[in-house]
């Protein structure tokens, strides 16, 4: 595998999957440790309350390659006919270094089934690969790789640093085995982050695997370059982190893995650096924003009107939703955000062009580079 192969290519390197134990055969009894935590009156010795909470984590490690696996079983709250009840599961860590070679692929749909497989080899449990599938998820790292010299990951991190709404968020390490950036705390980030202040952290790849993942490195990555290989990670913690990143009815892994994680990281990553406004809505729906800012996108790239009406115009919908969906376009077009001034100009200059038998597709290029030297002409 070469570098170009999975660079700037997102996908989840660790998180908790969390199984209903009624739909899994636990194979080894020490995972069904519990701890019986008993609440007794200091006065008169009376037992108020018992509860069970889950023991210490079973964890097994491979000593050839480095990795592990840890699962234990928990009780979780679920919810049925709106009523909230207690049901154990168990959970499991996952990690990418589970997928051996195919590492830096990551956790996707396309190596789920791998890491399944993977797994169930430990022999600890044994579930229905649709069942590990529909599992719940939490504290889940996604991350992407990009190249970047030493050199230029110390610019990269001050350039960081000066453009954040709180440079004092940010935090940098300068060890031998760690030279990363990473907010939202310096003690403790992961434990300390919020919805609105995720913890991310940027941090050499190379160096990682040389000093901390020696032993899985040499294992399997020998004939991967990862010299200059950078690393960027986000975690989604809690069913509120979810709510905040628009995501609240994702509910299962597959779910998770199905959604632009590439968005999700440029999210996280943009709450350093936009302050939240909080703005009247006023007679403007929050959809008719949408549909204004597209079809004003639209007609800066020189879109005409008939095609942007065709949009609306639907043979595929129902009479009546075709019907509501052009009523919705003549509202929208009526309105002052409507850039018509510039859509009237580009009908105009491509009917022109048109009529005089010229190539419209090379003008609009050619348009584009005007109108760019006319802002750089006005900026001097």
């Known amino acids: 595998m070469k570098q170009e192969d999975?660079?700037?290519?997102?996908?989840?390197?660790?998180?908790?999957?969390?199984?209903?134990?009624?739909?899994?055969?636990?194979?080894?009894?020490s995972?069904?440790?519990?701890?019986?935590?008993?609440?007794?009156?200091?006065?008169?010795?009376?037992?108020?309350?018992?509860?069970?909470?889950?023991?210490?984590?079973?964890?097994v490690d491979n000593k050839e390659d480095g990795t592990y696996i840890r699962v234990w079983i928990e009780p979780q709250i679920n919810y049925r006919d709106g009523k909230a009840f207690s049901e154990m599961y168990l959970s499991v860590l996952i990690n990418s270094k589970h997928l051996g070679k195919d590492y830096f692929k990551?956790?996707?749909?396309d190596t789920l089934k791998c890491l399944y497989d993977r797994i169930m080899s430990w022999n600890l449990f044994y579930c229905k690969f649709k069942d590990f599938q529909t599992a719940r998820f939490n504290d889940v790292d996604i991350?992407?790789?990009?190249?970047?010299?030493?050199?230029?990951?110390?610019?990269?991190?001050?350039?960081?640093?000066?453009?954040?709404?709180?440079?004092?968020k940010f935090h940098s390490k300068s060890s031998k085995s760690n030279t990363g950036l990473y907010a939202p705390t310096f003690r403790d980030p992961r434990k300390q982050a919020t919805p609105s202040n995720p913890y991310i952290k940027f941090y050499d790849k190379d160096l990682d695997l040389k000093v901390r993942s020696k032993l899985f490195?040499?294992?399997?990555?020998?004939?991967?370059?990862?010299?200059?290989?950078?690393?960027?990670?986000?975690?989604?913690?809690?069913?509120?982190?979810?709510?905040?990143?628009?995501?609240v009815e994702v509910r299962t892994f597959w779910e998770l893995l199905e959604c632009d994680?590439?968005?999700?990281?440029?999210?996280?990553?943009?709450?350093?650096?936009?302050?939240?406004?909080?703005?009247?809505?006023?007679?403007?729906?929050?959809?008719?924003?949408?549909?204004?800012?597209?079809?004003?996108?639209?007609i800066e790239q020189g879109v005409p009107r008939y095609e942007i009406f065709k949009v609306f115009d639907r043979d595929d919908v129902s009479r009546q939703s075709k019907s509501?969906?052009?009523?919705?376009?003549?509202?929208?077009?009526?309105?002052?955000?409507?850039?018509k001034e510039e859509l009237?100009?580009?009908?105009?200059?491509?009917?022109?062009?048109?009529?005089?038998?010229?190539?419209?597709?090379?003008?609009?290029?050619?348009?584009?580079?005007?109108?760019?030297?006319?802002?750089?002409?006005?900026?001097?």
């Open 6 to 29: 999975f660079i700037y290519k997102p996908k989840i390197d660790s998180g908790k999957l969390s199984i209903p134990l009624s739909q899994v055969e636990v194979k080894m009894d």
């Open 217 to 247: 490195g040499k294992k399997y990555l020998n004939d991967i370059n990862t010299s200059n290989l950078f690393r960027y990670e986000c975690t989604i913690q809690s069913k509120k982190h979810l709510k905040r990143l628009g995501l």
């Open 31 to 59: 995972i069904k440790d519990m701890l019986l935590v008993t609440y007794t009156s200091t006065e008169s010795g009376e037992v108020l309350e018992e509860l069970e909470q889950r023991g210490k984590p079973y964890q």
């Open 106 to 109: 990551g956790i996707t749909k």
């Open 143 to 168: 991350c992407f790789d990009f190249q970047c010299s030493p050199e230029h990951f110390t610019i990269l991190k001050k350039n960081i640093k000066m453009s954040v709404k709180d440079e004092s």
């Open 324 to 339: 509501d969906l052009i009523k919705k376009y003549h509202t929208i077009m009526k309105r002052d955000e409507i850039k």
């Open 344 to 380: 009237q100009s580009n009908e105009l200059t491509k009917n022109l062009f048109k009529y005089l038998g010229v190539d419209v597709e090379q003008l609009k290029i050619e348009f584009d580079k005007s109108k760019e030297e006319k802002k750089k002409r006005g900026n001097t």
């Open 261 to 298: 994680l590439h968005i999700i990281c440029s999210q996280m990553f943009r709450e350093y650096f936009h302050k939240l406004k909080i703005i009247k809505e006023g007679n403007i729906r929050p959809m008719d924003k949408v549909i204004i800012d597209f079809i004003n996108i639209c």
